[in-house]
């Protein structure tokens, strides 16, 4: 082959960012970082890091999830189970002044997980919260339900935080990524909570049991109850073999 000459085109520097999504008291929740450095020095952004010489970016981004929350990523082709998240490549962001420091190109990443505790901070980061994603994706940010500002996210986060939260309300219609959302094993008011806070819909109880439980391979019987919520015990189901719904379970029109 002919001679390369690498310096004969600029460098830039590869990154990947984590949409993180959880649901925390009925509502969908993102991970937030308050950025220790600069740029945006104080301002909220999404976790994520450089990527290394040594990693794809696969490897990344699962590299990112353990230091930001301690979970692993798994096959996600198939519901979080245990200790793990569902991890998946969301988009590519290459706007050339998308990062005051230098060309950087992010390869954001979506990942899901169950009720999630209190974050900790690392790298660079000087605090990391759950923020709800109506607040952080509102006009000129706004405040947390515990009071906590939310100024506008720092770098092309909101707009990669709203693509993220666009997909996991697409999926959910046609996969059983819902589930990525809920304990190993559930209720069906679990799961329809679940639905309710990704897609900010309150939907009818009956309707939705008859739906998810008459869809073959999304929902398999685990033979156990739960009280946890109060009432009557209630039937507790686990993930099926299903990873494509049909039918799908439509989103209402609001």
Known sequence: MPPYDPSAFPPFAVTVDLV???VRRHALCALVVRRGETPFQGRWALPGGFVRADED?????????VEETGLCAHDPAAPAIGNGAHLEQLATYGDP??????????????????????????????????APVEDLLGPGGGTGGDGEECPPLAFDHARILDDGVERARS??????????????????????????????????????????????GFLVPSGGTTTRQGGRPAQLFRA????????PMLRPEV
Do not use: Q
């Open 240 to 247: 099926g073999a299903a990873t494509v719904l049909n039918p």
């Open 171 to 216: 999926k959910i219609e046609y996969s059983s990524l819902a589930t990525a959302f809920c304990p190993p094993e559930f209720t069906v008011g679990e799961l329809r909570r679940v639905y309710e806070a990704v897609w900010g819909v309150v939907l009818d109880p009956r309707n939705f049991h008859r739906k998810v439980t008459g869809t073959p």
């Open 57 to 65: 970016l696969g490897a990344a981004a699962a590299r990112e999830l």
């Open 97 to 130: 002044g998308r990062d005051p420091r230098m060309r950087v190109v992010s390869v954001a990443h979506l990942a899901l997980a169950p009720d999630l505790p209190a974050p900790r901070a690392g790298g660079d980061a000087h605090s990391a919260r759950w």
């Open 20 to 22: 993180v999504l959880t």
